[in-house]
């Protein structure tokens, strides 16, 4: 080999090498989110043979994201086969549910202008094209003999069809000269806006109610059940198919109503009868019958802000409660989710939020410990079991990974990953694993946290850091996929998420310790919880700390910058509070500060102006980058405006980004241009102040 050949030969082996490190050291940029593939509902048949689910793709070049009904074959417990496609790939379909003998499978699919989306196709022969049931048009509920189906609709003689009906209200005292030229709205009510609906609420007068309907799964004409002034929803059918139970809250109409008034009801089919279940004081919601039909189990929470729990009560012939209703999780800490039955008719299962993870849990009917199902730093969905109780489908994500599909047994043993829709796009990125960090507050309270180092990350290197803050303030943080920390540790950050107090996942006291005190007393535990991070991670520069957060996470990002503006050097603040009194009188949630606060601005006017960033607005010194939906009726945009003005007043660099056509919810179910334009609007803003001389 001659000398040149040599060299030539080190170069490209050096090249080659240096692309290789480089291509492995890609971590995830804001437009991945094109190649995430999004999987949910999973329904797992009576027998265990097959699981529905839906796989959601990003259609990048339509600004748009496409649902399809998938299906996994399984024998033993086991993958038969790879997951397909089971309907039409040119239509959008969601919401799988199966007959009780597994034979149908019904999907919310609209198909042209048909507004009937309700569809049904038969698993086994003869198969064929998706078909509709005549009559039916809303999502089915089959009796336990699947000879009739039970669904809640607004009767169709109620329907409104005019598109104006209820922009004046009835009870307005002006006038107009000339109805057909005011295409405004008169407004009496309160509730005459929703997050999430661009267009205003009409008048309640003409908001009719859903009623419960019957159908045979023939099809036919339905029989309306039931003819009462609050909507029906929340369906089950007794063991025995001759009666309906459900909740409705009759108050609900009630704008100034603020107790908990959900009860339940059941409705003898065949005198039509309907009768309160249980006299108690709070919500009522959730009726699950076990499979003999002996027991109900239900969800109770008493007032807003106490604890919701489980209760039992035997159900006599009569299909009323025939004897004490016991409380089965008085002595648990945590808030149970979605409640079922295991076939055993012995054990009530739920699901519930824990340290940062979901999972499934048990208690016996005649009561005892709750007992955890499910393990591991991880969030589980969408559980179904099979008839006989035997396997259970789920999706799962972590820190690292967005949700795929899961088979196991009952008692979670045996589990196996049935879908791997993202393997292979992630494979060529470099993702870090959340690193689980605790401190202990003054008042002796432990919160917990996790660490993301950036990507490529090298010991005794200095890198910036971005303290991430989640909204509610009763969310939580977690092991669960979010991409926003994976894109900046991807831009060289360390990414810290803790879970203050009041976060939810860990016990009642916890999640409203803050009541009366937002970010009185949560901020102790975000700036106790960076110096807890500083010691541990030496390699963060205390110079170079950013934060952001959205919601109540934007409220903090406010009131931290504004409180200890020493310590944070850029800030990026989404769909944000920054004026409490403002905010009460435009956003659609003011039960919320209502109960948080102790009452209305002018009951407590002192606290109102006391937690509001405003108020010492003129500390901050951050850089600063806000992002607000235009249609964001919980957080309205006008508090974005205030903190815009009053920062760029005292000249602190600042830029407003102002979403069109979105809501609250823009982050997460925004349209995709939008959302993936936010992701690298925050990672280049941060960029430019944290990792760049300025």
């Given at each position: ?33 094109y190649k995430t593939v999004f ?187 039931t003819d009462l002034p609050y ?323 934007g409220f903090m990002t406010n ?136």
């Amino acid at each position: 080999m001659t000398k040149l050949s040599q060299i030539l030969l080190l170069l490209f082996i050096s090249t080659f090498c240096l692309t290789f490190y480089l291509h492995a050291q890609t971590g995830i940029q804001p437009e991945d989110y094109y190649k995430t593939v999004f999987v949910g509902s999973s329904e797992i048949s009576p027998n265990g043979d097959l699981i529905a689910f839906t796989k959601t793709v990003v259609k990048e070049e339509d600004n748009s994201r496409h649902t399809e009904v998938w299906m996994q074959k399984i024998r033993n417990g086991r993958a038969d086969g790879e997951p397909f496609r089971f309907t039409d790939p040119s239509v959008q379909s969601s919401n799988p549910q199966w007959s009780p003998d597994g034979e149908l499978l019904s999907i919310q699919s609209r198909r042209g202008d048909d507004s009937n989306t309700v569809r049904f196709i038969r698993v086994t022969a003869p198969g064929g094209e998706a078909f509709q049931i005549e009559g039916l048009d809303q999502t089915p509920v089959w009796s336990p003999d699947g000879e009739k189906i039970a669904f809640t609709r607004v009767p169709k003689d109620q329907e409104v069809e005019e598109d104006r009906s209820g922009w004046i209200a009835p009870d307005a005292i002006t006038t107009t000269l000339d109805s057909a030229r005011f295409d405004g709205r008169v407004i009496t009510q309160m509730r005459y806006k929703s997050d999430g609906r661009s267009s205003w609420l009409p008048h309640p007068s003409v908001n009719p109610k859903r009623q419960l309907h019957i159908i045979s799964a023939d099809g036919g004409e339905p029989e309306i059940i039931t003819d009462l002034p609050y909507h029906v929803g929340q369906i089950e059918w007794s063991a025995d198919g001759s009666r309906i139970y459900f909740s409705g809250d009759p108050e609900e109409d009630d704008e100034y109503n603020t107790d908990l008034t959900r009860n339940l009801y059941v409705t003898d089919l065949e005198s039509g009868e309907t009768t309160i279940l249980i006299e108690m004081d709070g919500n009522q919601s959730s009726p699950q019958i076990s499979e003999n039909g002996s027991y109900l189990a239900f969800s109770h929470t008493e007032e807003r802000g106490a604890e919701t729990d489980v209760m039992v009560v035997q159900i006599g012939n009569d299909g009323m409660p025939a004897g004490e209703i016991a409380n089965l999780t008085s002595d648990w800490d945590l808030s149970p989710g979605n409640i079922h039955w295991t076939p055993n008719n012995r054990t009530v299962r739920f699901t519930a939020q824990i340290r940062g993870n979901n999972h499934l849990f048990e208690v016996n009917h005649s009561g005892g410990d709750v007992r955890q199902v499910t393990l591991g730093d991880r969030r589980l969905s969408s559980i179904s079991t099979t008839s006989d109780g035997r396997y259970m489908a789920y999706t799962s994500t972590d820190a690292t990974t967005p949700d795929e599909l899961f088979i196991s047994r009952n008692n979670g043993n045996q589990e196996v990953q049935l879908s791997r829709f993202n393997e292979e796009w992630m494979a060529d990125r470099s993702i870090n694993p959340a690193e689980q960090i605790t401190w202990t507050v003054e008042d002796g309270t432990e919160i917990e946290g996790w660490v993301i180092k950036p990507v490529g990350h090298e010991e005794g290197e200095s890198y910036p850091m971005i303290l991430k803050i989640h909204g509610g303030p009763h969310s939580y943080y977690g092991n669960t996929w979010f991409q926003t920390f994976h894109v900046l540790s991807a831009s060289g950050f360390f990414v810290f998420y803790p879970n203050p107090r009041g976060s939810s996942s860990y016990g009642h006291e916890f999640t409203y310790a803050t009541k009366e005190q937002w970010g009185l007393m949560d901020e102790e535990d975000f700036m106790t919880g960076l110096d807890a991070v500083f010691e541990k991670y030496p390699d963060v520069d205390p110079e170079r700390v950013g934060v952001s957060g959205g919601s109540y996470g934007g409220f903090m990002t406010n009131w931290l910058t504004a409180r200890f503006p020493d310590r944070f050097a850029a800030a990026n603040t989404s769909r944000s509070i920054s004026n409490w009194k403002s905010w009460y009188g435009a956003s659609d949630a003011q039960g919320l500060t209502e109960f948080e606060f102790g009452g209305a601005p002018w009951e407590e006017r002192e606290l109102y102006r006391e937690l509001s960033p405003i108020n010492y607005v003129e500390n901050v010194t951050a850089p600063t980058l806000i992002i607000h939906s235009e249609e964001d009726w919980r957080t309205p945009v006008a508090d974005a405006e205030q903190w815009y003005i009053s920062l760029k007043k005292m000249e602190v660099p600042v830029e407003f980004i102002r979403y069109p056509r979105s809501s609250h919810g823009l982050s997460r179910t925004g349209e995709p241009w939008l959302l993936v334009d936010r992701l690298e609007r925050i990672r280049s803003w941060f960029d430019y102040w944290l990792n760049e001389e300025n």
